[in-house]
């Protein structure tokens, strides 16, 4: 049985930073490109980050270019996203997905961002002064 579990969301101030964490289970995690998704309140989901399994490719939502960053821990089976420069726009519920065996996180797969299979509860990120 596919688990995701997320945590690290909170209230964070406007330019501030925040790490999420994401443990998976129930698979062979590294065979996995993986997202991070998120919602934000009145809206629907939106892709954030992409990272392939092996980590050699990964790929932002164009809004968080620059400041977010995805890694992962295969030995631990734990999705990571580094939040930098965080801004009240970023306030969403944030959700790591298991998105495409053997995957590699290009514009091509990207057009089916939301075909990912299983996802987690989510973890609320906040963004307020």
């Known amino acids: 049985q596919v688990q995701l579990v997320e945590s690290g969301g909170g209230f964070v101030e406007p330019g501030g930073s925040l790490t999420l964490s994401c443990t998976g289970s129930g698979f062979t995690f590294r065979n996995f490109a993986m997202m991070w998704v998120r919602q934000a309140p009145g809206k629907g989901l939106e892709w954030v980050s992409c990272i392939s399994g092996g980590a050699l490719n990964s790929a932002y939502q164009e809004s968080t270019k620059g400041r977010f960053t995805v890694t992962r821990d295969n030995s631990n089976n734990i999705l990571y996203l580094q939040m930098n420069r965080v801004n009240p726009e970023d306030t969403a519920v944030y959700f790591c997905?298991?998105?495409?065996?053997?995957?590699?996180?290009?514009?091509?797969?990207?057009?089916?961002?939301?075909?990912?299979?299983?996802r987690g509860q989510g973890t609320q990120v906040t963004v307020s002064s």
């Open positions: 997905a298991r998105f495409r065996e053997k995957g590699l996180c290009l514009d091509s797969e990207l057009r089916r961002w939301n075909e990912f299979d299983s």
